[in-house]
């Protein structure tokens, strides 16, 4: 069980890495720190603005040639659809990712932003994902958008415990802990420089 400094030291991660995120031009965003970021956002209950920022004003069209930021810029509504103040909000912002996920996917069927929405969601036990798989299902069967293939690999996500579990643990060391480690060793650094014990 990881001590509360340790804990501590992870939420303050988390605030450093978005505020790095807004300041950031797009060509030098990293995925896997919009991701890790947004993960410790939603456990520590941290702003989300800094992150969101990033992909304001971006197109679909924009994010083609980039899919594992297209996916954490999916990622990041459905998030901010959970902790949205009122109904009213969550439902838009959960409108918007579904709206984005699909001109994503009409716009390139083989794109692989389903494959980084799929493993980066796995890191999230969130209610707001049922929600939006249920939106795309509603969708596909709404319109005559193929949406069939994406859809039971998100499903995986809320159905299958198992290999939630096992693809947490896959996940972790490559889209959490090596980032936040490497901030970890950094403050750490900081407050030994300061006098602080660590």
Same mark, same amino acid.
């Given at each position: 069980m990881e001590n509360i400094a340790g804990l501590l030291y992870r939420k303050e991660t988390a605030k450093v890495l978005l505020e790095r995120l807004a300041s950031l031009p797009l060509d030098s965003v990293n995925p896997s720190e919009v991701i890790s970021a947004t993960f410790f956002a939603y456990l520590f209950n941290e702003d989300f603005n800094h992150a969101q920022a990033v992909f304001t004003a971006l197109k679909p069209a924009d994010l083609l040639s980039k899919p594992g930021l297209a996916a954490?810029? /999916?990622? @990041?509504? /459905? /998030?901010?659809?959970?902790?949205?103040? $009122?109904?009213?909000?969550? $439902?838009?912002? @959960?409108?918007?990712? $579904?709206?984005?996920? $699909?001109?994503?996917?009409?716009?390139?069927?083989?794109?692989?932003?389903?494959?980084?929405?799929?493993?980066?969601?796995?890191?999230?036990?969130?209610?707001?994902?049922s929600l939006f798989i249920a939106e795309l299902n509603k969708l596909s069967e709404a319109h005559s958008v193929e949406l069939a293939p994406l859809l039971p690999v998100l499903q995986e996500c809320t159905n299958d415990r198992g290999k939630r579990a096992l693809s947490l643990l896959r996940s972790a060391k490559a889209q959490v802990e090596e980032p936040f480690m490497r901030k970890l060793a950094e403050l750490r650094g900081l407050d030994a420089s300061h006098g602080k014990i660590v």
């Amino acid at each position: 069980m990881e001590n509360i400094a340790g804990l501590l030291y992870r939420k303050e991660t988390a605030k450093v890495l978005l505020e790095r995120l807004a300041s950031l031009p797009l060509d030098s965003v990293n995925p896997s720190e919009v991701i890790s970021a947004t993960f410790f956002a939603y456990l520590f209950n941290e702003d989300f603005n800094h992150a969101q920022a990033v992909f304001t004003a971006l197109k679909p069209a924009d994010l083609l040639s980039k899919p594992g930021l297209a996916a954490a810029g /999916v990622l @990041l509504l /459905v /998030v901010l659809a959970e902790s949205a103040a $009122t109904s009213w909000d969550s $439902t838009k912002l @959960l409108c918007e990712a $579904t709206a984005y996920a $699909t001109e994503l996917y009409v716009r390139d069927s083989n794109c692989s932003t389903f494959e980084h929405l799929h493993d980066s969601m796995i890191l999230f036990g969130s209610g707001a994902i049922s929600l939006f798989i249920a939106e795309l299902n509603k969708l596909s069967e709404a319109h005559s958008v193929e949406l069939a293939p994406l859809l039971p690999v998100l499903q995986e996500c809320t159905n299958d415990r198992g290999k939630r579990a096992l693809s947490l643990l896959r996940s972790a060391k490559a889209q959490v802990e090596e980032p936040f480690m490497r901030k970890l060793a950094e403050l750490r650094g900081l407050d030994a420089s300061h006098g602080k014990i660590v």
